[in-house]
């Protein structure tokens, strides 16, 4: 009895702050349906919320197997509330012109042929001179890719329809008509004076623009989402329009290079009318599409493997992510009872040693509690009080026995399903067994011999035994990542498969037209525009950013006309707003997330290159602040109303909203949009961090591990282990009474994060912590990569400043063409210019001074 009242104990105390995770497979399913692996934004963690009549039953349930069928509403994200009233003005537009075409007939009754005749018709409308026509006639066809929601009665007929219209829009060429007219919004310079000069912006100020991008996207969206039931002309359909719009179409450029722009002259002020949220989901979605997300990231890792002869992946990171749990086994009833015995005598007192409770969801009290509580007044060299209750045995002087083996809380058969071990395999670099080496020698025989890791003499034998291990656990470097790199630094021990030929890096390699290197070559005049442009945004949609007066402004599509003169009206409008810089912030992160992610694996210079751009942007300070915050609040925020959701709104009755019922939210815990936000800003910081340690020394700097700390105390797998990943590269900086005070932080990273062999993260012996050594780093770094982009891309240079291979084996292994009849008079060309040629020494001997 006493267990199972402590196991109901713990467990109803923790439950608020479990995320709970599924294993879905099915695609259709989107943020406020279920949850599932998040398949449409790229990324490989769990981010919609679970159904409704799910999220009644229970607020922990277990991990949940089946397949779900609820509906997509990722597509109709793009609304906000504000615009409810527009759906209406939609569908208007749409029956009166159809009317007048077609008589006593509705669209869903209509043929095939019928049908294309029509939407023919309204794309030559879309060609007339007069404005006002054109949006009318835009409008027509956003009704159309809404799904005729006036004709349908649930909202599966308004999915279907709108997936039925939306194939239907491409096969008949408006994507190419609406980029136009885009295009020639984009030049609008009257609506762009005209805005500058407007004291505030509202919704009609952009309504072309919000009407033009809201089918843009829901062509995009909807073509790249798979369904099981696609017809063949559809999978047609959606790799030639995955190709077009990856491939420089428009204008020389791809189509997501035109968003780009929108943004940075959004951003510079030219175009402050512009909907921002709209534009970046659209450019998101865009990438997204044209690249792939992390599943077919994946792919590419290993056919590019196979493709050069190299053993298969050790994991796949993806599956190992998805089988973390953020919770460990619950605290046994000695323990507990301990406890409260201590809490009962109001002092300290030695307890008997036990399991540590590092991140243990089901524990009744927060085990980051001791250590965040000194969160404000710490920095980088003052001393926390350490955990409340923790002796060390071998201080001691009475031995301290074992508790007995506590009850068992849960089913043999749930413990025996446990994963055993550690999650990730050990990792070691190159790199790290050369240190070892040069360690060894300059111990054992008093002198280095360079990057040789083969030449072991005179070393003792656990020396040669170490170095046995650490190539074997040494995962094969990637030439997929790191083809130039490689080929100027590559060891004589390590062969070179035959499909790298020597002629990569002498300026002559065959650079493959893939959407990434297109994308890259067309942002690269302009790139720090766009990435201090996105971190602008980034800044102005953070909960923790204050309004000034030079900032941008975010809400120009989200702001009515007319300002609320009601409290329900005022509660509505601030929702939405909220609503919206969430939707921005999730965004930008899952969009630069995908940019670094393809741009590595395409080449390592281009995604360095971006790196520091977003480092010399202050993208570090800009996310430790974003998390300076309450984040726990900021994750199980309520900033959405289920009745005004798309389709909901036009297919249901609308209720009567009261101030209640907005203050009480939906029935969700969490709000899984800001939880994906917050996981791809970590996994962009770690991203940028990693190896780097000038970049690292920012995060002590800007006093990070208090900030990150406070982010363990969301229970959610992936999310704890990027914020363990960076507490643990700057753990050696901290000091040592740092990780004394902090042990259980030190045991999550221990169970949670990689294991690399050589790493001393725990112990601060960290022979690369040169603070003298980090401006150089990003000096060599971009010295680096200029020279790369001259080499790759500036096909204008004179041949006579060109690069000249001076590497003395790549110029003797190089082929030359030599006459045939050379072999016969090869002797006597040795004797005549060789060896019957004296060799002035003195001569030279002088010219060289």
Not at 251 to 266: D, Y
Not at 518 to 538: D, E, F, H, W
């Amino acid at each position: 009895m006493l267990g199972q009242l402590c196991a109901a104990l713990c467990d109803s105390q923790s439950r608020p702050y479990v995320i709970p995770t599924r294993d879905c497979s099915d695609t259709s399913c989107t943020e406020m349906q279920c949850l599932r692996p998040l398949h449409h934004s790229g990324a490989q963690y769990f981010y919609p919320k679970r159904p409704s009549h799910i999220a009644s039953q229970e607020s922990n349930p277990p991990s949940w197997h089946c397949k779900c069928h609820a509906l997509p509403t990722e597509p109709y994200r793009i609304y906000s509330y504000t615009e409810e009233p527009e759906f209406t003005l939609n569908r208007d537009y749409f029956e009166e012109d159809f009317r007048s075409h077609v008589r006593g007939r509705r669209w869903i009754e209509l043929g095939q042929e019928q049908q294309k005749a029509y939407v023919m018709r309204l794309l030559d409308a879309l060609e007339v001179t007069d404005r006002d026509k054109r949006l009318k006639v835009a409008r027509a066809i956003l009704y159309l890719a809404q799904g005729v929601f006036d004709e349908c009665d649930t909202d599966a007929d308004v999915i279907h329809w709108s997936r039925h219209n939306v194939f239907l829009l491409y096969d008949m060429g408006i994507f190419t008509a609406l980029l136009e007219l885009l295009s020639m919004e984009m030049d609008n310079n009257q609506a762009c004076s005209s805005a500058v000069r407007k004291p505030a912006i509202s919704l009609a100020d952009s309504t072309e623009l919000r009407v033009l991008l809201s089918i843009m996207y829901l062509m995009v969206e909807t073509i790249r989402l798979q369904t099981e039931d696609d017809r063949p002309e559809w999978r047609t359909a959606r790799e030639a329009f995955k190709t077009e719009l990856g491939s420089p179409l428009y204008n020389g450029e791809p189509f997501a290079l035109l968003l780009f722009t929108m943004v940075t002259k959004f951003c510079s002020m030219n175009a402050p009318h512009f909907p921002m949220k709209k534009v970046l989901l659209l450019l998101w979605k865009t990438i997204l599409f044209t690249m792939g997300g992390f599943e077919e990231l994946q792919e590419m890792k290993v056919r590019g493997r196979e493709r050069l002869s190299l053993p298969p992946l050790p994991e796949d990171s993806i599956k190992v992510v998805r089988s973390m749990r953020a919770a460990s086994p619950p605290a046994s009833a000695m323990e507990l009872i301990e406890q409260q015995q201590q809490a009962k005598r109001g002092r300290r007192s030695r307890r008997p040693l036990v399991k540590q409770d590092s991140l243990d969801t089901y524990n009744e009290r927060d085990p980051f509690k001791n250590d965040d509580a000194r969160d404000e007044e710490e920095d980088g060299e003052e001393a926390d009080s350490g955990i409340e209750g923790e002796v060390d045995p071998l201080d001691s002087d009475v031995i301290i026995q074992p508790p007995p083996p506590p009850p068992p809380l849960r089913p043999p058969t749930e413990r025996a399903s446990l994963p055993k071990g550690l999650p990730w395999a050990p990792k070691v670099r190159e790199k790290d067994i050369e240190q070892f080496l040069e360690t060894s020698r300059i111990k054992f025989i008093g002198f280095t011999l360079g990057n040789d890791t083969e030449t072991l003499v005179g070393l003792p034998r656990p020396i040669h035994e170490s170095v046995k291990t650490l190539k074997q656990v040494r995962r094969e470097i990637c030439l997929i990542i790191y083809p130039l790199l490689l080929l100027l630094s590559i060891p004589p021990s390590l062969s070179i498969p035959p499909s790298l030929s020597l002629h990569q890096h002498q300026g002559e390699e065959d650079v493959d037209e893939t959407p990434t290197e297109i994308l890259y070559l067309g942002m690269l005049p302009n790139l720090s525009q766009y990435v201090i442009a996105l971190l602008k945004l980034l800044l102005a949609a953070a909960p923790t950013s204050k309004a000034k007066t030079d900032s941008i402004n975010i809400l120009a599509d989200v702001l009515p006309e007319e300002m609320p003169i009601t409290v329900l009206q005022s509660m509505k409008l601030g929702i939405d707003v909220n609503r919206h810089k969430e939707i921005i912030v999730k965004a930008i992160s899952a969009l630069l997330l995908l940019l670094l992610k393809h741009l590595k694996l395409n080449h390592i210079y281009q995604f360095e290159i971006v790196s520091q751009h977003l480092v010399f942007a202050n993208c570090i300070p800009l996310i430790l602040k974003f998390f300076n915050q309450n984040i726990l609040s900021y994750i199980s925020a309520k900033n959405s109303i289920c009745v005004l959701d798309f389709p909901h709104c036009v297919v249901h009755e609308m209720p009567e909203l009261t101030a209640e019922s907005l203050e009480a939210g939906d029935r969700n815990q969490f709000c899984w949009r800001n939880l994906f936000s917050c996981i791809n800003l970590l996994r962009i910081l770690n991203k940028l961090t990693k190896w780097k340690h000038s970049r690292t020394m920012m995060l002590v700097v800007f006093k990070s591990a208090p900030i990150l700390k406070r982010a363990l105390k969301v229970k959610q797998a992936m999310m704890q282990l990027y914020v363990l990943k960076l507490l643990k590269i700057q753990t050696k900086y901290l000091g040592r009474q740092w990780r004394k005070s902090n042990m259980k932080t030190m045991s999550a990273i221990y169970q949670k994060v990689r294991h690399r062999l050589n790493d001393d993260w725990a112990y601060g012996n960290d022979i690369d912590a040169r603070p003298w050594d980090f401006q150089a780093e990003e000096c060599a770094l971009r010295e680096s990569i200029e020279k790369f982009n001259s080499r790759r891309y500036d096909k204008n240079q004179n041949g006579e400043f060109a690069p000249v291979d001076n590497c003395l084996q790549s110029v003797l292994g190089q082929r030359v063409e030599l006459p045939e009849d050379f072999h016969y008079s090869y002797e006597m060309w040795l004797e005549r210019e060789v060896f019957s040629q004296p060799i002035q020494w003195e001569g030279l001997l002088q010219q060289a001074q």
